[in-house]
């Protein structure tokens, strides 16, 4: 008795159809949409072609921007078997069989181009096998990865390999995709030029992302166009791409710091939302804002500090979501804040400074001498108590006596430190006047 399971060669069920993704797959490096820069005529893949000398690749880049596209294309276009695995289920064993298989092959004068996908997943020893098999011609390796590659991968691997970027499609280029989508499925989406627009968005630069919610649409029965409050009821909100320890972590904590030392509170506020909404935590913000506070504006504003230490502390008794808005508060403070990295550059020469002088002692009027083998030594002699002086400054020399004495701290004609800068500037000027 057959399986109830299994359906006769003239069942009247169709076969199901293929992805649309597939369906649509470029036939030629020519039709990939988004990364023209790298395969056009003046590109790096574009004039290793044109050379036909395609060296071993790692293509670095977010999902959906045609990666493994490309190393499909590549073995078709250097007469190559492909062959793929993934270093996320890959072992040892599944590598030797596949290097063992392609020597075979090149003994039969057939090349083998290798695509590793999630490459950066494979350890230092792992990443260490490929080496030789690149050396002696056996496989042509083409990594993708999504995480930086020199964070990533073996200094040894990558100095075989030519690092590609690929960049997140734009909404153009998605356009393009989501045109030739219709073209393949033979009608237009049922949407509004608004909710068009927003689907495009909802890919958020991923191409695959964006040919799986246009199946979606396709799919559905109306006979009229969606406006996007009917896509989002009907659509689910795609989460954003953000890794909290990776590549993305750091890129966006780069473009908010980068932002408030730039004095932008726009842009300084949507990096930080960016990172809200991409499940930062909130603690680790509020320690990075106090940090912009010390590096970036330091004495020009000495009350931004006290003001992101408050603000975290109003987030750790009030929580989420509402204490998150205190510590907005606290960035837009600092992006309209006066700006002097002079205390951080000042810290950072007298570091220098410690390290080069060594042990050089004090001078030895500036000792205290509580044993009369300390006085008889010299130690405190001559030194002259500041509150003595009619101006309260002494003017005396508190480095080493075999130092010449260095410029480290110097402030800026901004916010506060103008008024420090007419301080020091006094000092150094009566300086001067006692010391001949």
Not at 187 to 203: D, G, H, K, Y
Not at 257 to 266: I, L, M, T
Request: include cysteine.
């Amino acid at each position: 008795m057959a399986d109830l399971f299994d359906s006769p060669a003239d069942s009247t069920h169709p076969p199901p159809q293929r992805p649309l993704a597939d369906r649509i797959r470029p036939a030629a490096l020519s039709e990939v949409i988004g990364q023209e820069k790298v395969l056009g005529p003046e590109g790096a893949l574009g004039a290793m072609l044109e050379a036909r000398s395609l060296s071993s690749l790692v293509l670095w880049g977010p999902p959906g921007v045609g990666k493994t596209t490309i190393a499909r294309l590549l073995a078709d276009a250097t007469d190559r078997v492909f062959v793929q695995i993934s270093a996320i289920f890959a072992g040892v064993p599944d590598l030797r069989k596949v290097f063992d298989t392609a020597k075979m092959r090149l003994g039969q004068g057939r090349g083998t181009l290798l695509f590793v996908d999630e490459i950066h997943r494979f350890n230092k020893a792992q990443q260490d096998s490929f080496l030789p098999h690149m050396e002696d011609g056996t496989i042509l390796l083409v990594g993708a990865t999504t995480e930086n590659p020199s964070f990533e991968l073996n200094a040894a691997l990558l100095s075989r390999a030519q690092v590609i970027v690929l960049e997140r499609l734009s909404l153009a280029d998605l356009e393009r995709l989501a045109q030739r989508a219709e073209r393949e499925i033979a009608r237009a989406l049922p949407l509004t030029a608004q909710a068009r627009e927003r689907l495009l968005e909802m890919a958020d630069g991923d191409g695959r992302a964006l040919l799986n919610l246009i199946e979606q649409v396709a799919a559905w029965k109306t006979d009229k166009k969606l406006d996007t409050e009917a896509l989002a009821q009907r659509l689910m909100r795609r989460a954003a791409k953000y890794d909290k320890s990776g590549d993305e972590h750091y890129n966006l904590i780069s473009a908010l710091h980068k932002s408030v030392r730039g004095s932008d509170p726009d842009a300084a506020l949507y990096w930080f939302a960016r990172m809200l909404e991409g499940g930062e935590d909130p603690r680790f913000l509020a320690r990075r804002i106090t940090r912009m506070s010390v590096e970036d504006i330091g004495l020009a504003d000495p009350q931004a500090q006290s003001i992101c230490l408050h603000a975290w502390e109003v987030y750790e008794r009030l929580g989420s979501p509402e204490g998150e808005l205190a510590l907005a508060q606290a960035v837009t403070y600092l992006a309209l804040a006066p700006k002097s990295n002079a205390t951080y550059v000042a810290y950072k020469a007298a570091r220098d400074e410690a390290r080069r002088t060594g042990s050089e002692p004090p001078p030895r009027h500036i000792l205290n001498a509580p044993t009369r083998m300390m006085k008889e030594q010299g130690y405190g002699a001559g030194y002259a108590y500041d509150h003595d002086a009619e101006d309260g400054f002494s003017g005396q020399n508190y480095f080493p006596e075999t130092m010449k004495r260095p410029v480290l701290y110097q402030p800026v004609e901004r916010g506060f430190e103008r008024d420090l800068k007419k301080r020091l500037d006094w000092f150094n000027k009566q300086r001067e006047k006692r010391n001949g």
